[in-house]
């Protein structure tokens, strides 16, 4: 029996379809990814906040302080949290990371030896990365990371990094937390710690843009669309929307109506 093979339109029209199905399928598999990598995501941060319960079930409560290993110096950045909690995450680095953001040790400077080296974010990373100091128990370890928790939970009681004017916004302790379930205590960050204030305003532009100011900054990126992970200090982690960051009650005198929460807000293009 004489086989005919196929012709070269038949080819083409099943190349074709194949392409054609693959445009359908492809940015739903993609879309798939990124929601399969949010809830990961999610997830570290329900684990961050079991560190941060370990920490406080210890310390009567109390939060960490800028002084972590009592020597009479306010630690370099983010080492006022790292090293209290490195105890508790020590075997469990991939909770440092969320799955959309990439660490990319070839992007940064090096800073004062003296106190840390840190990464700056930028398109190809969104992560940071903090050098252990001379006197902790991993001196010179690096820490790279994507999250950071809200530096208003900081104890004052030992020293803080805000200035004196501020000192009545922290936390310091579990039980001053009024209304947990809206104040955050760690999420998405391209910097190593955020102390957001009811006057940060975006960037213009997501990456190298112009006209912000403050950690708000650091917390809005599209890592997950225009939403972001958080972990509250009452344990419920949820996705919250980056325009929804400014009614969160960061701090004691945090002010949730604010120019950013009101109906003029002047949003950037890039969050709209």
Request: negative net charge; proline residues 6%; charged residues 20%.
């Amino acid at each position: 029996m004489k086989r005919h093979a196929f012709t070269l339109i038949e080819l083409l029209v099943v190349i074709a379809i194949i392409a054609l199905l693959l445009s359908v399928l492809l940015p739903s598999l993609q879309k798939a990814k990124q929601s399969a990598q949010a809830v990961v995501c999610a997830s570290n941060l329900r684990q961050w906040n079991m560190l941060v319960g370990f920490f406080l079930d210890d310390n009567e409560g109390t939060f960490p302080d800028a002084d972590w290993n009592d020597d009479d110096r306010t630690d370099p950045h983010g080492q006022w949290w790292i090293q209290p909690f490195k105890q508790y995450f020590s075997d469990e680095t991939d909770i440092l990371l969320c799955a959309q953001a990439s660490q990319n040790p070839g992007v940064g400077y090096a800073g004062d030896p003296g106190r840390s080296n840190e990464f700056h974010p930028t398109k190809k990373t969104e992560c940071w990365g903090s050098r252990d100091q001379e006197t902790a128990p991993t001196a010179n370890e690096w820490t790279y990371a994507s999250y950071a928790p809200n530096a208003w939970i900081m104890n004052v009681g030992q020293g803080s990094w805000g200035r004196d004017s501020y000192l009545n916004n922290f936390w310091s302790k579990r039980g001053n937390v009024t209304s947990p379930y809206n104040v955050p205590l760690f999420l998405d960050s391209r910097w190593v710690d955020v102390w957001p204030m009811e006057t940060d305003k975006p960037d213009d532009a997501e990456y190298n843009g112009t006209g912000g100011q403050g950690s708000m900054q650091q917390l809005c990126h599209t890592r997950h669309g225009k939403k972001t992970n958080v972990v509250y200090c009452d344990g419920s982690s949820r996705r919250t929307d980056l325009k929804d960051l400014w009614r969160l009650k960061w701090h004691k005198n945090y002010n949730i109506s604010n120019d950013m929460t009101g109906p003029d807000a002047p949003w950037p293009d890039w969050m709209r």
